[in-house]
Each structure stands twice: as C-alpha cells, then as structure tokens.
C-alpha cells in the first residue's frame, strides 16, 4: 500500500511569486493534516480537513495560504504570494477516521523563498 | 514557554548504549506520539500512546499521566538509530498535534 506521498519535494521561489503543494494521502483516509516546519522552530499545525472539508483550520498562519481538498482525495496548500518567513518544510498526514489511530506523515515539502 | 518540552536537546552516545528521551508536556492530552524523522527524510510514527508502556523491538516508550510525562528508550543503541526524535501530543478532542522541538540523537560506532 502506497504512504502519503508529496509533491514537490523541494521547491525554490521568489518573494512574491506562488507556490502550490500537494499531497495525495493514503487510500481511504478520510483525515488529512497540513504541518510546517520554519527554520529554527517547533513543527506546528496547520490545518485538518475531514473528506473535503476544513475541520480545523487554527493553525493557518495567514491569507496567504490556501488549503483546498475537492473531492476529498489529494490536497493542494497555496502560498500566494510568498514571503521570505514562509521558507521551512512542510508535512501532510493522513489517517483513517476518527479516534486514536496513528498519523501517517508524507516526507515533506522543503520551500525557499528567496 | 512551549507546552511540549523535550529533553535532551541533543544526545551523543556510543554505540550499544542505552538511551532515553523524555518528554514533558502541560496540557491535557488524549494521546502522545514518538515520532522519528532521519537526515533529509520524512517523519515516521514510531508509537502513539494514551496510557501505560509499549515495545517494538528496540524501542520502548512509556507514559505517566499523572505526572504529565513520556520517556523514549532505545535499548543496544546502534548508529541507524541516530535520528531526530519527536514528541508531539494530541490536546483533548482536537485533531491536531502540538510538537515538541526534537532531540538530535548521534550514535557513534
């Protein structure tokens, strides 16, 4: 069975200009889970959506991101437009439903904004 | 003051060594994750727990809610276990995962 998978793996940007993730999570995973790294600091939460839906969405630092999950199957978070304090590694993860059952991270996304 | 706190910050062992992470947190959780992420690679969930201990292989993690703590042991530690070790904790109902700042574990040959 396939993990999270991410796309890009690393991406190099200007300030200013756009960026767009994606994650495709497991098969069958309703729950999935945007996180980010910035440098010299602590992972913290983004967002969770539920099938397509924002279930929480806390952690989004500002209206530069855009989180979309149509169809409720991959994942695509937006930076438009980028700043230099958006550079650092973000993960998705996904899990099966509800409950205490383990996050499935993705190997992560490393943007430089430059 | 983070509300997840780990310790060490960073851990240099000799290999076969036995090693232990700790993790202090100050929120009311319904579970804790272990979490390992290796040079360059993504994160891995080695264990989550509500209560109690749980062993897989080498590893064993162990909580007290009471005292609001979780430690990571690593038993005959080998340098493929040199890592980043993570702990992050599920508060209440809320999905989300507070983390703490890691531990950078080397294992020297």
């Known amino acids: 069975e396939a993990g999270v998978t991410q796309f890009p793996s690393h991406s190099v940007i200007e300030k200013g200009q756009t960026v767009t993730l994606r994650c495709d999570p497991i098969s069958g995973h309703d729950n999935l889970y945007w996180y980010r790294r910035v440098m010299g600091k602590e992972i913290k939460f983004l967002l969770h959506f539920v099938k397509e839906s924002k279930q929480d969405e806390s952690g989004m630092p500002n209206n530069r991101f855009l989180a979309e999950r149509t169809g409720g199957t991959y994942s695509t978070l937006k930076v438009q437009p980028a700043e230099l304090e958006d550079s650092g590694v973000y993960f998705c993860?996904?899990?099966?439903?509800?409950?205490?059952?383990?996050?499935?991270f993705g190997p992560g996304t490393r943007l430089l904004v430059l | 003051k983070n509300e997840v706190e780990q310790s060490p910050q960073n851990l240099t062992a000799q290999e076969g060594e036995f090693i232990t992470i700790n993790c202090s947190y100050s929120?009311?959780?319904?579970?804790l994750h272990w979490l390992q992420q290796h040079p360059g690679g993504g994160i891995v969930s080695l264990f989550m727990?509500?209560?109690?201990?749980k062993k897989h292989g080498r590893l064993i993690a162990t909580i007290n809610i009471q005292e609001k703590h979780s430690s990571l042991h690593i038993t005959a530690s080998h340098p493929r276990d040199s890592a980043v070790y993570i702990c992050?904790?599920?508060?209440?109902?809320?999905?989300?995962?507070?983390w703490g700042a890691g531990t950078k574990l080397i294992i020297k040959p």
């Open positions: 992050a904790v599920r508060s209440g109902s809320n999905y989300q995962l507070i």
């Open positions: 929120v009311g959780i319904s579970a």
């Open positions: 993860a996904s899990s099966l439903g509800t409950g205490l059952e383990t996050q499935y």
């Open positions: 727990l509500s209560s109690g201990k």
